[in-house]
């Protein structure tokens, strides 16, 4: 084995090494097709942490929604009656409401304004993220306001700083000053920068029709749960939604994947991922039939003499692992270096565990699209391939 | 099962018959073909087109099995062997030129030379000396790590030579080895093989059209339609068929 390994090691390299260039364009094909694979990657890992971010991040287990709302946050309606109803379930640490909407934060002058998802949320309670730089907020009533790192970081306002804030009641535009007291680590929401508000602050200060000025009753989207025991959420769903009327419990995991788009949006992702990489097999294994084809007198010459068949397909092997894996190298290093070009507001997230298996997925194109070159290399005769068959 | 058997001879075949199946019945490539090599002793095959020396050479090589006989090879019956078998057999025991793409086009010549070795587990030191010499006898010393495309056509054939004999084959084959030279080229390529045939006492067998290179031979065997038809032992015949032929 060893034997067979040293010389079909010998054989592989020094064919690469005399025909360097033509191997390196081999491998510089693999290349883009690693920065095409890794960026797609990176997009879906980007797109979907813009939809996600906030609930991913959630310190909660269920996300409670109206019954028969579809799981879509934006058409489930809670009054605060049931918050107070899910708290009062055995097994339930806390709980709090999350109510979403969207505003413009007017931008210093000549700025477009940007537009920002408005969460409110309990202080104090599930929901609330964590603050980073500044406070918390300071009463339930406070006009005071919280920053995702994304809004601060595109909107360049600081802790103590005033955010204006433009939203839609009615038929006018409303402008109202909050004082930025908190910022946070990244809580995108619906693919936008976000802004945190308190419940009540959220319900003053939301877009509304003019129907809905003379509605006292505060009403949220959804009810975030934390529970006493993770490991509970299953039979802890059921008894919420035994115990309190009219609502539907799930896990955070299912609330996300019941985000609007963000399934469609993944599979897409993950569809173009993986047929580039079926392009990639396809070229690499085109590439080394081709190259088979172009030897069958060497590799004839090569059996001739002595050498086995196991020499023959490890040496075609291992070419096609030393390009594929330079073809990956070079190709991770192109996507670094343009990552770097990229700004913030590209969606473009480099997930370790992603990267690693697209890195992974690319690795095995390369032997996996040889297959048949090699098939094809340990099937020749040397007594065709020289030209000595009757 | 022992494959040893009784032989005065490096390379002895007994009866060899190959045949196919065609539309038009049996055709026998080789029928009854019997003939002996001793080691020293360069021997062509000759015969036109279609009398089956290519044939014989390729059964002789045990890159094909023959239908029927038998083939000795330092006394051991190598008909019957397995494809692993026969494998190890060319590596080890037989050394071969061929009329076009001897060599590896990636490997220098000393390399190409050297892969014998290699193949064989047998590159040390003294190999590496030993191919180097060779191909400096050859006439290549200046162009030991030229690749082969920096080569002429009889440079090539000199590289094939050297990888044919530096592993101490006892048998040696050459099918058409100055089919793409020029006549002095040829000549010189097919003198210095045999030289080295008959110094380093290995059997050798040459496959040829061109009757004028059976000068440098001991003994020519004559093939028509797969059989043995006549064979010409001393110089005054060979060189009566040499110049009949002129």
Sequence with gaps: ????????????????????ARFLLVSLVIALITLLVLFIAALG???????????????????VYQAKSDLLISASRLERDKLAAIRRVQGVQDAGVL?????????????????????GIEPGHTGEPPVLEGR??????????????????????????????????????????????GISDGQQYALQPTIFVPFFTWEQIRPKAEAEFDNSDPVANVILVKLEDGEQAESLKQRIAQQVNNVEAVEVADAIQALPGYS??????????????????LVIG???????????AQIGVLKAIGSTNAVVAAAAILQIILV???????????????????????????????????????????????????RYAVRIEPLKALGLST | ????????????????????????????????????????????????????????????????????????????????????????????????????????????????????????????????????????????????????GQLSGGQQQRVAIARALIHNPSLVLADEPTANLDTERAFQVVETFAGLIHEQQRAGIMVTHDLRMCAFVDRVLQMQDGKLVRSYNSKKEIAGLINNKA
């Design chain 2, 1 to 148: 099962m022992s494959r040893a058997a009784q032989s005065l001879y490096s390379i002895e075949t007994r009866s060899i018959v190959k045949t196919y199946d065609s539309d038009f019945g049996t055709i026998y490539a080789v029928n009854e073909v019997s003939l002996q090599v001793t080691a020293g002793e360069f021997v062509a095959l000759v015969g036109p087109s279609g009398s089956g020396k290519t044939t014989m050479l390729s059964i002789l090589a045990s890159l094909l099995q023959p239908t029927a006989g038998q083939i000795l090879l330092d006394g051991q019956d190598i008909s019957q062997m397995n494809d692993a078998e026969r494998v190890a057999l060319r590596r080890e025991k037989i050394g071969f030129t061929f009329q076009a793409n001897n060599l590896l086009p990636y490997l220098s010549a000393v390399e190409n030379v050297e892969l014998m070795l290699r193949l064989n587990d047998q590159l040390d030191k003294a190999g590496r000396l030993r191919a180097r010499e060779l191909l400096a006898r050859l006439g290549l010393g200046e162009r030991l790590n030229n690749l082969t």
């Design chain 1, 264 to 281: 469609a949006q993944q599979s897409t992702l993950n569809t173009q991922g993986a047929f580039t990489l079926f392009i990639g097999v």
């Design chain 1, 324 to 374: 594929t894996i330079a073809g990956v190298a070079i190709g991770g290093l192109l996507t670094a270096l343009f990552s770097l070009t990229f700004p913030p507001t590209v969606p473009i997230v480099f997930n370790g565990s992603t990267s690693a298996i697209a890195i992974a997925a690319l690795l095995l194109i390369g032997p996996l699209g040889g297959l048949i070159s090699i």
């Design chain 1, 99 to 119: 109510a979403t909407a969207n505003g413009n934060i007017i931008l210093a002058e000549g700025r477009e304004p940007l537009k920002a998802a408005l969460l």
């Design chain 1, 286 to 296: 085109g590439f080394f039939q081709i190259q088979i084809l172009q030897k069958v």
């Design chain 1, 1 to 20: 084995m060893k034997h067979i390994l040293s010389i079909s090691a010998y054989l592989a390299i020094k064919e690469i090494w005399r025909n360097r």
């Design chain 1, 45 to 63: 890992e980007g797109l979907g942490n813009g939809n996600r971010e906030y609930l991913s991040k959630l310190d909660a287990e269920l996300v």
């Design chain 1, 136 to 181: 918390p907020f300071s009463t339930k009533l406070a006009q005071e306001v919280i920053l995702d790192r994304n809004a601060a970081l595109r909107s360049k306002l600081e802790v103590g700083d005033t955010l204006e804030l433009r939203v839609t009641q009615g038929t006018r535009d409303e402008f109202y000053d909050l004082r930025v007291v």
